[in-house]
Nanobody, 109 residues
Framework: VQLQASGGGLVQAGGSLRLSCVAS????????VGWYRQVPGKQRELVAS??????NYADSVTGRFTISRNDANYTLYLQMNNLKPEDTAIYYC?????WGRGTQVTVSS
């Protein structure tokens, strides 16, 4: 399975971005999915996930980010609103156990 993430970019604080992750293959519907992020020198951290229909968010993004999936077109989304400079990171999608390459999100103050 290959994952292609897109949608990252440069945005001012308070702005929004929508990340997408398209999966090849037909196992998408049965897998746990999630978005993670990583900044240099720090461990990769979970941002949001959907596991057996249950969504979970990191405390730092609750109320601002929304994870969703479209099983018909094998796509995972992360809607990010009210972005903050501390959200700056490389964002990775995960369709267990596979990883996408990541997309850079930069939030300027």
């Amino acid at each position: 399975v290959q994952l292609q993430a897109s949608g990252g970019g440069l945005v001012q604080a308070g702005g929004s971005l929508r990340l997408s992750c398209v999966a090849s293959g037909n196992t998408f519907s049965f897998n746990a999915v999630g978005w993670y992020r990583q900044v240099p020198g720090k461990q990769r951290e979970l941002v949001a996930s959907i596991i057996r229909g249950v969504t979970n968010y990191a405390d730092s993004v609750t109320g601002r980010f929304t994870i969703s999936r479209n099983d018909a077109n094998y796509t995972l989304y992360l809607q990010m609103n009210n972005l903050k400079p501390e959200d700056t990171a490389i964002y990775y999608c995960n369709v267990y156990p596979w990883w996408g390459r990541g997309t850079q999100v930069t939030v300027s103050s």
